[in-house]
């Protein structure tokens, strides 16, 4: 393997984390491929904007790589040099510009018929790096809890039936002050453990409560709710609005917008907390649907928070969505919104389900606790160690006794 010569010099640009991360390792970079360098370093520009397990996985990854011999590297990433590059892409500066480079090497890999061989590299390494790594178990079982239906009357359905076979399903519960006791249920394991840092001080988003409305008062680490997000959601419509209306530009085009911009193109520059206003900019920009419907925003929030943050309390609560309209009226934000009580509940309903297997893909699975309740209603579904898989309780319990079989 040739060494491409490299210097500090090239990661002047970068921001302060990821230029010390680059720069820290100069030789392990030369030595790479030059696409899969490129993958790596397009990693890097968002590492200062992480949460701590994902810089882990960034760093346990370099470790790994720096472990191996050069036959043993050339081995992992064979798949990687046998991408045949443009001239174009030869010439173009994949470190000062990973993010350009990468979209023109998709475009280039589509026209040449190199996808399928770029795609097998990359799960090829992904598969060996995994079968290495190992597990960091959380300080105490993961709690999840997803409430749905608020606003709606009756579920006329049967809610929770792919939850149902996995725990205990609940038919009697008594509703009053469910919701103020499941946050009372976060917040307490919140102020247990406390605020751990990482090595550079960051907090460690343990504990998170994602609204699909208005957040309620609560002490808990990361709140986040749609409402808060009005005037960024707007910006942005704006923003998709008046590109498509100038029909100059596709869908790429569209997308390589999105992805290159900054929380403060949509006022989210106040955040207090970078990392926060990143991730949150991500929900909007990346989620398909997330700028327009609640249910969405929630459902997508809770599962990018999962596999990002892999927190050890989640408390997630669906609101109304608008009702489905014309995509161009949606998008332009010109008439009132219109409720969806009924059909936001058949929404949380799945998106309880897809909580729960994104709960399953973190480390401790075995040992998670997970609790799905109808807001305001009887009905819920708790599953947990110690939870008989596919019964059903009739007994007129209340919240914090159903809490109780989970902690």
Not at 16 to 27: F, G
Not at 350 to 369: E, H, I, K, S, V
């Amino acid at each position: 393997m040739a060494q491409n010569q490299m210097s500090e010099h090239d990661f002047a640009l970068y921001p302060r984390r990821a230029r010390a991360l680059a720069t820290s390792n100069l030789k392990l970079l030369g030595l790479l491929p030059v696409v899969f360098r490129v993958a790596l370093l397009r990693e890097f520009l968002a590492y200062d904007w992480m949460f701590p397990a994902e810089r882990r996985e960034v760093e346990d990854q370099l470790t790994l790589l720096a472990g191996l011999s050069a036959p043993e590297l050339n081995w992992r990433l064979q798949g990687f040099y046998g991408i045949k590059l443009s001239p174009a892409l030869e010439r173009r500066d994949g470190t000062n510009d990973p993010v350009g480079f990468m979209e023109q090497l998709t475009e280039w890999l589509w026209g040449t018929g190199q996808m399928e061989s770029f795609r097998a590299a990359a799960e090829r390494f992904a598969a060996s790096a995994a079968a290495e790594k190992s597990a960091r178990l959380p300080s105490q079982p993961r709690l999840g809890i997803v409430v749905i239906g608020q606003g709606a009357q009756n579920a006329g359905v049967a809610l929770f039936r792919k939850l149902r076979s996995h725990g205990v399903y609940f038919d009697n519960i008594k509703p009053e002050n469910g919701l103020d006791v499941l946050l009372e249920a976060v917040r307490k394991r919140s102020a247990r453990q406390g605020k751990e840092t990482d090595a550079a001080g960051a907090p460690g988003y343990d504990h998170w409560y994602i609204d699909g409305g208005t957040a309620q008062p609560a002490s808990i680490e990361v709140r986040l709710s749609y409402a808060q997000l009005q005037q960024p959601r707007v910006l942005l419509l704006e923003r998709m609005q008046r590109m498509i209306a100038s029909g100059t530009s596709g869908p790429e085009a569209l997308r390589s917008m999105m992805a290159r911009m900054k929380p403060e193109d949509i006022g989210l520059a106040g955040d207090a907390d970078p990392v926060l206003g990143y991730f949150t900019m991500s929900l909007l920009t990346q989620g398909s649907g997330t700028q327009i419907f609640a249910t969405t925003f929630v459902q997508w929030a809770a599962r990018e928070c999962l596999r990002r943050a892999q927190p050890e309390t989640l408390l997630v609560r669906y609101a109304p969505r608008q009702q489905l309209r014309p995509m161009n009226v949606m998008l332009s934000q010109t008439q009132p919104d219109f409720p969806d009580p009924q059909g936001s509940l058949s929404d949380g309903d799945m998106g309880a389900y897809y909580t729960w297997l994104n709960m399953g893909r973190l480390p401790g699975a075995d040992q998670t606790r997970f609790l799905a309740w109808f807001e305001g209603h009887a009905e819920a579904v708790a599953i947990g160690p110690g939870l008989p898989a596919g019964t059903v309780s009739s007994s007129a319990l209340g919240m914090r006794q159903v809490v109780g079989l989970l902690t």
